[in-house]
């Protein structure tokens, strides 16, 4: 019997062709799934009927492509404004993803607001965001809502950055909405960016997690002095805190969850599933200054319409202490705070029963039927 004996040159041509070949196949494969999962489309629910909608638009705002996603079991149904937290964070692919949704209850409108998610374009680069702008195309868009669904006021909910963007959009133009609900509300970024960062210190030290504790002692306790560093060190914060905020308190916190749901949301094309990571970049370059010098405890305290309010007892991004302070506060004709004892940042998501319940509740009153 002949054998063949291949010399150590020759075998690791071999092995790294071998390699080569699986990690091209791999990422064929991988490629071609995300392709097929991202068709830039959307479909009616189940529990659609012959009114409902589900469409996804692109439509010129002040001068600006932007990105809305339109559904409902039935389009005669209250119209509302989903506002995404981040700033550059749409999130109707983890909302869809887990079918914690209200469009039995609404026609929802979720808005990838100016530069996030496929409203970004890489032109805008060289342009600057502002806060102003957000709440310009957000009551342009609702006027525009208003026309198509024939009615007079809208729904507007925000979570997280979105409360900051609906606090002021509603102070500006109270005659578009019926009612605002603010899901893990800001107030006052400075104080509880502080409270956190002290937080995830303390839980990293009882853990004995000593490359945290060193981490977190180097970027330091907030505020810093540049926006560069503010951006930077709120990225490795948030790393850090993830399993401290409460591990058991909602799914979201585990990222391949969230990546995957991304991975799979057929809402945005391969293209702009890529291009909404640069986006989620330039919004934050150019926002989170600005939500690091907000303080709405100060400048929006007074509201025209009703405002309730959705925590997570465990939030340490919006951080409940400060954000309850916030909403002892504010003055409106209706308000109620609600704190789910189970959820951290997410509660819409982790305990979505009762958050259904409580929306469905103040639905029924503000349209005048019988509350359950």
């Known amino acids: 019997m002949d054998f063949i004996v291949l010399k150590p040159l020759e075998i690791m041509k071999k092995t790294l062709l071998a390699i080569t070949t699986f990690f091209v196949v791999a990422a064929l494969i991988l490629g071609a799934f995300l392709l097929i999962n991202s068709p830039g489309s959307t479909s009616l629910s189940k529990t659609a009927g012959a009114n409902g909608i589900a469409e996804v638009r692109d439509v010129m705002i002040n001068g600006v492509q932007q990105r809305l996603l339109v559904r409902g079991d039935d389009r005669s149904n209250p119209v509302m404004l989903h506002l995404h937290g981040g700033p550059g964070g749409p999130d109707q692919a983890m909302i869809q993803s887990y079918g914690k949704t209200l469009e039995d209850m609404f026609t929802v409108v979720y808005w990838d607001q100016r530069g996030s998610g496929a409203s970004y374009d890489s032109s805008m680069e060289a342009q600057v965001l502002s806060l102003d702008q957000l709440v310009e195309d957000a009551a342009t868009i609702s006027e525009m809502l208003l026309e198509e669904f024939d009615k007079e006021t809208l729904y507007l909910l925000g979570h997280s950055w979105g409360t900051l963007l609906g606090a002021n959009l509603v102070s500006q133009e109270p005659g578009l909405f019926k009612a605002f609900f603010a899901i893990g509300l800001f107030s006052n970024a400075k104080r509880a960016e502080k409270l956190s960062w002290e937080y995830a210190l303390s839980k990293a030290q009882e853990a004995g997690d000593t490359d945290s504790v060193k981490r977190l002692q180097r970027m330091g306790s907030p505020p810093y002095v540049t926006d560069q560093e503010w951006i930077k060190n709120v990225f490795e914060h948030r790393e850090i805190l993830r399993p401290y905020e409460n591990p058991n308190a909602e799914p979201l916190f585990d990222m391949l969850e969230v990546y995957t749901s991304f991975a799979l949301y057929k809402g945005y094309t391969l293209s702009e599933k890529l291009g909404s990571l640069n986006g989620s970049k330039y ?63 997410w509660p819409h998501i982790k305990e979505y029963g009762l958050y259904r319940k409580y929306i469905s509740r103040h639905l029924k009153e503000l349209e005048g039927q019988t509350a359950d």
């Open 283 to 345: 919004t934050m370059k150019h926002l989170w200054p600005t939500v690091i010098a907000t303080d709405l405890t100060t400048s929006h305290t007074q509201f025209e319409v009703p405002v309730f309010v959705f925590q997570g007892k465990y939030d340490q991004h919006t951080v409940t202490e400060v954000a309850k302070d916030y909403f002892d506060k504010i003055r409106a004709p209706e308000k109620k705070y609600y704190l789910f004892e189970s959820s951290a940042h």
